[in-house]
């Protein structure tokens, strides 16, 4: 077994950063809203596509720090290195934003986020990062994971995306009526871990 994981959405959890950055930005009253809502939010506003562009880049750039891992997935990461199950982590990233093309290199913000809290020492678990979702598909075939977890059905519909692999979705939104492409769909790390490691 190889387990492939998704990072953006599926190991850093966002939400309370783009919150943050909605309100420090001044473009939006948080009031709670999530990802989607606030994404929503925005695009309603004069120049409201620029707008979401701008926290974006600001989110996944220098605010990264304000994200937090997703309840329970440490404590995956720590039981497959205890039972030996290999984990690579394939993120579809640009290295840096469309809305700040000389801002912060966004790969090597990830990088380090997944360094200070422990979720990769010397090299381990390898991550890549990819330009397109056809790249992302591709490594997670060269790779050789036998499943990966992603919380975008999209990627598991790109023709790239190698067969053999399973298919599953982290979902701890609910699904939102595409999860059929799913082999399987969870709503947490700990139902992840119980049911990918012994």
């Given at each position: ?14 939400e ?37 562009m ?39 990233k ?17 990088r ?23 790249e ?32 599953w ?30």
């Amino acid at each position: 077994m190889r387990i492939g994981i998704d990072l953006d959405n599926t190991i850093i959890n966002y939400e309370r950063a783009f919150a943050n950055a909605a309100a420090a930005l001044g473009l939006a009253r948080t009031g709670g809203a999530g990802k989607t809502e606030l994404r929503d939010r925005i695009r309603l506003l004069e120049a409201g596509e620029e707008q979401w562009m701008r926290v974006q880049a600001h989110v996944y750039g220098p605010a990264i720090d304000e994200a937090v891992p997703y309840d329970g997935v440490e404590a995956f990461f720590e039981r497959a290195n205890a039972c030996g199950v290999p984990i690579v982590i394939v993120s579809h990233k640009s290295e840096y934003a469309a809305a700040a093309p000389s801002g912060t290199n966004l790969r090597t913000a990830a990088r380090a986020w997944l360094e200070a809290r422990g979720f990769i020492h010397a090299g381990v678990p390898e991550v890549y990062f990819e330009s397109t979702r056809q790249e992302k598909c591709e490594r997670i075939a060269s790779t050789g994971c036998t499943l990966f977890i992603d919380d975008l059905t999209e990627v598991f519909e790109d023709p790239a995306f190698p067969q053999g692999v399973e298919r599953w979705l982290f979902a701890p939104a609910g699904t939102d009526g595409h999860a059929a492409v799913a082999d399987r769909t969870f709503a947490s790390w700990t139902a992840l871990r119980e049911a990918a490691l012994p």
